[in-house]
C-alpha cells in the first residue's frame, strides 16, 4: 500500500506550479504531455501520489507584459533579483479575484477526475489516499495576499479546502517580504513581519492551517519561530551551506525546524541545488541527494522531504519530470534510504508533520 508500480514509496510532494502550467499551456491534466512537469499519467508512471498544489498570483506588471507577448518565467526572475525592482504590493481585490480563478481551476480538476483526483483536508485522508492510489492534491497558498486581516477569507477558504499558506513570494506584501533572487547571498535581507504579519500567524495558528516559511526573509522566519504553536515548515527551500542562495535554509533555520518537529522539502530547482547557482539543466542528481544528505545528518531523518518546485523551475535534465521520480528514489537508495527511512522522506514526513500542524 502506498507504492508506486515498481514498489518504491509513493512520493507525495510539498511544492507544484502546475496550475499556471495548465493555464499556460492549455494542456489537460489527464492527458500526457511533453510540456511542464506534471499530469496525471506522468504522476502514475513516476510514483508521485500527491502534493502541495500552489495557487501563485501574478503580479498586474507580469500579466501585463505576457499580454505583450513576453516570456513569463524570464521576466519574473527579472523583476524579483532585486527588491529595488519588485511591484507594490497588490491590492487585496485583486488577489483575491485572482485567486477565485485559480482555486476554481484546481477544484474542477478534482471534479473533473471521476475520483481520481481527491483535495486533502486531514492527514488521515491524506494517508488513505496514499494507501488507496487515489491522487492526493492540498491546496496550497504562495503568499498571504488573498487574506483580510480580519481572518473573513481565510474562513470561506478554508471553507473550500485551503490548508496551507506560504506568507510571501521573493516580494513584498501587506505582511512581510520574501527574498530577492539574488546570488549568492545571505536570507538576511530586510525587515521581519509586521503587526499585521503577527496577526495574521495567529489567525492562522488559530485556524490549524499550516505556514509555509519557503521564500520569507530570515527575519521573518524568527519572527515565526517565535510566535507560532506550530511545526516550522519550509516547502521547497535547500541547504544553503551547499547552495548559498537566499531561497535557502541556513544551518540555523534547520536546526530550528528539527526543534520544531517540522520539515524542510528538498527543492529540485537546479538553481537552488548547485554551489555555483547555475541554471544548467546538466545538473546530477547526485547533487540532489547531496541536499538531502546534509539535511538529514543536520536535523535528522523525520525531518526532510521533497518539495519539487515542478512546473515552477527548472529540472535537471536526468529527472526531467514526475515520471522520472524513480530515477531520484534509486538515487536516494544507493546513497543507503531504504525501508522505513524512504518512506518518511516519500511521503511519511509529510503526512506526520501534517497531522500535527492540523490535529486529524
Ligand atoms: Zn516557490
Redesign the pocket.
Known amino acids: 500500500m502506498g507504492h508506486s508500480p515498481g514498489g518504491a514509496p509513493l512520493v507525495f510532494d510539498g511544492?507544484n506550479d502546475t496550475v499556471l502550467s495548465l493555464e499556460r499551456t492549455g494542456r489537460s491534466f489527464f492527458e500526457r504531455s511533453d510540456e511542464g512537469h506534471i499530469d496525471l499519467p506522468r504522476a502514475r508512471a513516476g510514483g508521485l501520489g500527491g502534493g502541495f498544489f500552489a495557487v501563485y498570483l501574478r503580479d498586474p506588471v507580469v500579466v501585463e507584459r505576457m499580454r505583450e507577448g513576453g516570456p513569463a518565467a524570464d521576466l519574473g526572475l527579472q523583476i524579483y533579483a532585486d527588491e529595488r525592482t519588485w511591484p507594490e504590493p497588490m491590492s487585496l481585490e485583486y488577489a483575491q479575484s485572482q485567486t477565485l480563478e485559480t482555486l476554481g481551476r484546481l477544484l474542477r480538476v478534482a471534479e473533473a477526475s471521476d475520483g481520481e483526483v481527491h483535495v486533502v483536508r486531514t492527514a488521515a485522508e491524506l494517508q488513505h489516499d496514499l494507501d488507496r492510489g487515489t491522487f492526493a492534491m492540498l491546496l496550497h497558498f504562495?503568499g498571504a495576499e488573498p487574506l483580510d486581516p480580519d481572518g473573513h477569507a481565510l474562513d470561506v477558504f478554508y471553507a473550500a479546502g485551503v490548508r496551507s499558506v506560504g506568507l510571501t513570494?521573493s516580494r513584498r506584501n501587506r505582511y512581510c517580504q520574501g527574498v530577492p533572487f539574488k546570488f549568492p547571498s545571505s536570507p538576511d535581507l530586510g525587515p521581519g513581519l509586521n503587526d499585521a504579519g503577527k496577526a495574521l500567524v495567529r489567525q492562522l495558528n488559530a485556524r490549524r492551517v499550516m505556514i509555509d516559511l519557503?521564500?520569507l526573509n530570515e527575519r521573518g522566519f524568527w519572527d515565526v519561530a517565535k510566535l507560532s504553536d506550530a511545526p516550522l515548515v519550509a516547502t521547497?527551500s535547500n541547504a544553503h551551506a551547499l547552495c548559498p542562495h537566499p531561497r535557502n535554509l541556513t544551518d540555523r533555520q534547520l536546526d530550528a525546524i528539527r526543534d520544531s518537529r517540522g520539515v524542510a522539502g528538498l527543492n529540485f530547482h537546479v538553481g537552488f541545488l548547485r554551489a555555483d547557482g547555475a541554471h544548467d539543466e546538466q545538473t546530477p542528481i547526485a547533487t540532489m541527494v547531496d541536499h538531502v544528505e546534509y539535511m538529514v545528518r543536520r536535523m535528522g531523518i523525520d525531518h526532510v522531504a521533497l518539495g519539487s518546485?515542478f512546473d515552477?523551475a527548472t529540472m535537471p535534465a536526468a529527472l526531467g519530470d514526475a515520471a522520472g521520480l524513480p530515477a531520484l528514489v534509486a538515487a536516494l537508495e544507493a546513497r543507503g534510504y531504504h525501508g522505513e527511512d524512504l518512506r518518511k522522506l516519500a511521503h511519511g514526513n509529510w503526512v506526520r508533520v501534517l497531522r500535527e500542524t492540523w490535529g486529524a
Open positions: 511544492h504562495e513570494h519557503s521564500h521547497h518546485d515552477g
